[in-house]
Structure formats: structure tokens, C-alpha cells
């Protein structure tokens, strides 16, 4: 407690000394001459009247008074409490002067002497029963009356993404030493290092790289989407202890660490609510301190996709910024919804946004809701959303833009695993079935989450427009005109092949989860004849291969040797359609003639198989020298003569299965 001149006492709770003169100027610090009251203090109630039962009232369990709500933005000081139930409460200065008197002893009589004292002004008891019942009750800091035990419920913030199976993954001890531990990456020069190297990578992926590419990557692999859903879950965890540690780093003590589901992505929280007793740098720094571990997390993935060059990294950092960006939105209850709270010094913004920003039209009157806000605040707030819109519409026109991408990679990705999938159990695989269910699984459930995440959220946008509009019809014709004119220019987008084109299907990475999934496509212009890129080599006699039945998949591109000149290996020509070349002989009725030798100068080096060497040596049969398929054809149609010799010029190396 401190005093004024006049004596009356001035109620500092939680170590700060509250102010009258936010209008003024006067700072945080500074206190004002309270009134004295000007009754003779024998006139206040000494008691309870004769017969009567005094009223005693107490706290609910668990209830902390925080103080006056440093850096507010207020006209008039707002003091802050936080029930049992973690939910932080909003006061006026009468009811925390009247909650912190309440001690479970003093009677409603007693305590009228206290905050009349404290508040400068004579409140009676039946001022302090009114408040007790009608105010602190409802709210949760004081139990009813005639209840038994202390807890007490209140009305809660009902939150857009709300958590299912709350549990508690570190404790508070775990907490503080890893906290402890991390504390160091909130030094200044440290974050401005992160910062700048953030804008590079930036300014690299987007920019030159390309980052809706190796989301098309992961799109066609379960197991990178596995491996994809496992690096934001531990985002997410890194995330949490960005806010612990900076709560940490600015002097407060962070509580535990735990989690809920929402739909199929886990959320997670961490409990800082002890840094309301610290200063507003020190709860804006907590504030940003988990998106600023995103943004150190990211760059820790750039640099293993250097060192290690897996794309499906990438594809983590690319979904890490939708992270952010969310996470900065104030429209539902996430960082930025604290991080806009504490720069403007409104503890609690729901329902107030929209009010502010329709005050900050020219001409337009301040809305009464708000009228108790600074301007300063006001134009805070304004600032955030006009700058935190574009960016999540800019992140959102970019995914729009490489929509049919993603819808035909994730199509033609569940067609291909569920198609492989049937034909193992319809070929008697069942464990390869069982394997590929599995990886069936791991496609569906991230396609159908984000599916199902999408619809709700435009849901709720088309009830909000609705609802916003249901009064002015001609909004109402504008806002639906100029979704009518993304949607149009979207579509012709798409359809006239503007956007950019899906990627070529990736073999599997892990092909036990995807049976019967080619593991190496190959261009068909390149394939000899009786190839085909799904299923390899099934023509008749295939090398390898026994009674005309080839190899189930082609062998990967590192491991099949090339020939040395590519062009030149073709399929036996029809000979219907192939002329004679002019100075060619009649063909003879006898044995087959072998193809003409090339000369010692026509191939790049010499071959093995047929040295042109001055001393001759017996030409190996034509199905050694052909093209792959021909090997196993030594019809009469493989033994004419070409149209020219290069034509069947042996290859430099053996082929496979020679």
C-alpha cells in the first residue's frame, strides 16, 4: 500500500501503483490524490443491525489478482484476475478492491470500511452485498452464498477451434528448464540474425525455387506425408516453447505445457499467464515467441534440405508459414489475437474489432462499445488487420492459384494407392493389402482434414457475410459480385491451362505401403516396343524372363545401363512399309544374311560384343546386337536388311540381362 498527501490510502496490487492519469499523460506510474470522504466516519455501519446474520463473503478457489492491467488501453485502469479454471477476468477498480478486501473472515460490513477507505469514496455494505452477488459472483471470483465448497463457475471465451482431450505433456519444472535452456535465442542481436535470414530464405523459396513444388512431391508419397505431419507436430511443440521461454527471458514464470485434438492436427498450449505481472514489452515478447520459434524452426529445415537435399522439408516450411500467418490472425483466439491485445492494451478484443474499425471511418461516429478506448488504441488495432488481411489473402490466392495441381495430384494419388491396394488382395497379397490400407490411411486422413477444414471455415465465413449484410441488400449484391468475379477468373484461370501443370507421378519411396504402384515410370517415347510405363516389360520373351513373361516393375534409371547412342536404337521396321534401299541385293531364299558391319570409324569406341577389329571375327546373332525386344524375336522380320546401317549399329555396352 502507499499513500497520497492526504493520507487515504492507494492501492498498489501485484507491485504496481495504479494511475487516474492515462489521459494525461502522466505515465504508468504516476498517482493521483484520491478524495477524502467527507461523512464523519461514525456515520458509516459499525455492524451487522441487531438479530441479524452478517454475510462473509469468499473467493473461489484457486483466484489470483494480477493488479492493474499494465499499458492499458483504457481511458480508465483495468485491473486483472484469473479464476481457478485459467480464464483471466476483467475488472473495474471498485470490484478488485472489493475482491482483493475479501479474505473468507471479514463480513460484508468489515469490508465496506476497507474499500471505502481505499476507493476514497463511502461505500456500504449493501453497496458490498449488491457487488458480491450481482458482479463477482456471476463471474466467478466470489462463491454464492450457502455453496459448501470454494469452486465456482463463470462464463468462459468460446473459442473458433476448440480442443478435445486436454492433457498436460511437460510440466511446470520440465518447462522451466528447458525454457532456461532456450532463453538465450531472445537476445536482440540473436533475433535480428534469425530475422534477416528468414527474408533470404524467403526471398529463395518463393522466389526462385518454387514452393508449391515439393508439396507436389509429398503429395504422391504416404510416407513423406507421414514424415510432413511428424515435422509440424514437433512445430507446433517447438512453438509452445518459444512462448515459455520468453516468458522466461522477461522475468515471469511459465506454467506447463500440453495439448488437445482438433479434428486430426494436434494443438497445443502453454500456460503464461504470470506474465500479466510483468510490463507490456515483456508480454508482447511472449506474445511473438512462438511464432518467432516457427520461424527459427524453418530455417533449421532449409538447412537440413541443403545439407541433405530432401524436398519434403520444403514442403514443412511452406505449410510453417500458413502456420504463422494463422497464428497472427485476430479474428479467432490465437497469438495474434494476444500479441493485438497487449500492443493496443485491451486484454480482452472479442467483440470490439469490428467496432474499432468502423470507428476509424472518416465522418463515422465512435461506436459506444469502444467509446472508452484511446484513439492511440483504436488506430493500433486498425493497423494489424489492415496488414495481416492482405498477407493471409496473399497466402491464400497462392494456394487458390495452384489448386487444380494439388486437387490432380491428390486425386491421381488415392486412384493409384487404392487401385494397387484392391489388386493385391485381388491377387491374394494380403499382406501387401494390409500394407497398402495403411498407406491408404495415411493419404485420406490429411485430404480429408484439410477438406473438411476447408468447408467449415467458408461455412462459417458465409453465415458471418450473411448475417453482416442481412440489413443492406446492396452490400450484400457487391460482396456476392466480387466472389462471383474471383470464382470466374479463377476458373478460366484453371481451364485455360494458365496455372501452372500437376507434376509427373514419383515413384514410391516406400513401396511396401503402395502395392502394385510402378516404381519407376518411364517416358513411352523411349521405351522399345512391348514396354508400357505402369507395368515395365511384358512383351514376349523379355530378358529374364521365362516362358514370355517379363519383370513386374522396370529397373530404377541409375542402375540400367544406356546405350551410347540412343537415337539409333529402334524396333524392326514393318516390312510392308520399309523400301528396299536402291543398291540392295534381292533378298536370298537361303539362311538369314547377317546385318552389314559398320565400319571401324562409324561407332564411338568399340564394342565388345562386335569388335569392327581388321581381323575379322564371327558376328554374333542379330537379337545381340538389336534392340532390347528384338533379342527375343529372331523372326524373319528381324534379319532384313535396313533402310540404312547405322540402324542396327551394336550398341556400345551389353544390355541387361546379357
Aim: aromatic content about 6%.
Amino acid at each position: 500500500m502507499t499513500g497520497d498527501e492526504s493520507g487515504a490510502p492507494v492501492p498498489g496490487p501485484g507491485g504496481f501503483p495504479y494511475s487516474r492519469l492515462w489521459e494525461d499523460g502522466a505515465g504508468e506510474t504516476a498517482t493521483a490524490p484520491l478524495p477524502v470522504p467527507q461523512r464523519p466516519p461514525q456515520t458509516q455501519s459499525a455492524g451487522p443491525p441487531p438479530g441479524t446474520r452478517a454475510v462473509v463473503p469468499r473467493l473461489s478457489a484457486g483466484l489470483r489478482l494480477h493488479g492493474e492491467y499494465q499499458g492499458s488501453g483504457f481511458t480508465e485502469p483495468k485491473y486483472i484476475a484469473r479464476r481457478g479454471d485459467g480464464q483471466v477476468v476483467q475488472l473495474t477498480r471498485l470490484l478488485h478492491l472489493t475482491a482483493s478486501a475479501v479474505d473468507g473472515e471479514r463480513d460484508v460490513h468489515a469490508i465496506a470500511r476497507l474499500v471505502s477507505a481505499e476507493f476514497g469514496r463511502e461505500v456500504s455494505a449493501e453497496n458490498i452485498a449488491y457487488l458480491v452477488e450481482n458482479k463477482l459472483d456471476p463471474m466467478g471470483i466470489t462463491v454464492p452464498e450457502g455453496q459448501e465448497d470454494d469452486r465456482a463457475g463463470g462464463p468462459r471465451s468460446d473459442l473458433l477451434l476448440s480442443l478435445k482431450g486436454h492433457t498436460v505433456l511437460f510440466t511446470e519444472r520440465r518447462v522451466a528448464a528447458i525454457s532456461r535452456a532456450l532463453a538465450w535465442l531472445h537476445r536482440p542481436p540473436v533475433v535480428v540474425l534469425v530475422l534477416l535470414a528468414a527474408v533470404a530464405m524467403d526471398t529463395w523459396l518463393f522466389g526462385f525455387y518454387g514452393a508449391m513444388t515439393p508439396v507436389l512431391h509429398v503429395l504422391d508419397q504416404p510416407l513423406l506425408l507421414l514424415a510432413v505431419f511428424g515435422l509440424i507436430v514437433a512445430s507446433l511443440v517447438f512453438h509452445e516453447f518459444g512462448h515459455a521461454s520468453a516468458c522466461r527471458y522477461g522475468g515471469a514464470d511459465p506454467g506447463c505445457i500440453g495439448c488437445g485434438l482438433f479434428l486430426i492436427w494436434p494443438s497445443m498450449y502453454t500456460d503464461v499467464t504470470d506474465v500479466y505481472r510483468i510490463g507490456r514489452a515483456g508480454r508482447i515478447r511472449t506474445d511473438l515467441g512462438g511464432v518467432y520459434f516457427n520461424v527459427v524452426f524453418m530455417l533449421g529445415l532449409t538447412v537440413l534440405y541443403f545439407l541433405t537435399g530432401q524436398p519434403f522439408l520444403l514442403s514443412a516450411v511452406y505449410l510453417g508459414h500458413f502456420e504463422v500467418l494463422e497464428q497472427l490472425m485476430p479474428a479467432v483466439r490465437l497469438d495474434g489475437y494476444f500479441i493485438l491485445g497487449d500492443l493496443a492494451g485491451v486484454p480482452d478484443l472479442y467483440g470490439k474489432i469490428k467496432p474499432i474499425l468502423l470507428s476509424m471511418v472518416p465522418g463515422r461516429p465512435v461506436e459506444p462499445a469502444v467509446a472508452d478506448l484511446k484513439r492511440s488504441t483504436r488506430v493500433i488495432v486498425t493497423a494489424w488487420v489492415v496488414t495481416m488481411v492482405p498477407l493471409l489473402l496473399g497466402d491464400l490466392c497462392y494456394a487458390l492459384w495452384n489448386l487444380p495441381r494439388l486437387i490432380d495430384t491428390g486425386i491421381r494419388s488415392l486412384t493409384q494407392q487404392l487401385t494397387g491396394t484392391y489388386e493385391a488382395f485381388a491377387d491374394g497379397q494380403v499382406a501387401s493389402g494390409l500394407a497398402g490400407v495403411l498407406g491408404s490411411l495415411m493419404l485420406i486422413c490429411p485430404l480429408a482434414g484439410m477438406t473438411y477444414l476447408s468447408v467449415r471455415l467458408t461455412g462459417r465465413l458465409a453465415r458471418n457475410a450473411l448475417r453482416a449484410t442481412a440489413e443492406r441488400l446492396w452490400l450484400r449484391f457487391v460482396l456476392a459480385a466480387a466472389v462471383a468475379g474471383v470464382a470466374t477468373s479463377l476458373g478460366f484461370a484453371w481451364f485455360s491451362g494458365v496455372t501452372p501443370k500437376p507434376l509427373p507421378p514419383a515413384p514410391p519411396i516406400a513401396p511396401i505401403l503402395q502395392p502394385h504402384v510402378p516404381t519407376a515410370p518411364a517416358a513411352v517415347g523411349t521405351l522399345p516396343s512391348g514396354h508400357t510405363p505402369a507395368k515395365g516389360h511384358t512383351g514376349p520373351g523379355a530378358a529374364g524372363g521365362q516362358g514370355g513373361t517379363g519383370p513386374a516393375v522396370m529397373p530404377l534409371p541409375w542402375r540400367t545401363p544406356q546405350p551410347s547412342n540412343p537415337a539409333v536404337v529402334l524396333p524392326p521396321p514393318n516390312p510392308g512399309t520399309t523400301p528396299a534401299p536402291p543398291a540392295a541385293k534381292p533378298a536370298p531364299t537361303g539362311p538369314a544374311p547377317r546385318p552389314p558391319v559398320p565400319s571401324p570409324a562409324a561407332p564411338s569406341k568399340p564394342a565388345p560384343a562386335v569388335g569392327p577389329s581388321v581381323a575379322p571375327s564371327p558376328v554374333p546373332h542379330p537379337g545381340a546386337s538389336a534392340s532390347p525386344s528384338a533379342g527375343a524375336t529372331p523372326s524373319p522380320v528381324a534379319s532384313k536388311p535396313q533402310a540404312s546401317p547405322p540402324a542396327v549399329s551394336p550398341p556400345a555396352s551389353p544390355k541387361p540381362g546379357h
